[in-house]
């Protein structure tokens, strides 16, 4: 499962490209996702990865640690993000992934902006 969740770091918030595909392929149509108490559903989860990509040029994501057991993966990761408008940010990422037929059903996150303007604290949730 690490492999699956590093192919979508890369693939998806790595690539500067939206890319819907890409997002079918990993994310199942059920899928929610609760960042810091706030719940996305799968279209509203689209919506966000649209959102990014209007908003971050490059971003790099570090899996730090992780945990993993049949249908869920746990992750401690760091994303640092370049927006257009020139500042960076890295968040600390706490991330556990709920993983049923190859595809990302879940995902409760808890994000700490580290470095960067206060203002993109909420940058893992914005749509």
Known sequence: M?????NVFREILENPEFDLILIEKYFSKDYIQVVDDKQLNYDEFVLHIKKLKEKVIAQKMEILNYAENDTVIFTHHTARSVLKNGNTVVHKVLAEFTVQNNKITK???LTLLLEGNHSEKDLASEM
């Open 2 to 6: 690490r492999d699956l969740i590093q």
């Open 107 to 109: 995902c409760n996150e």
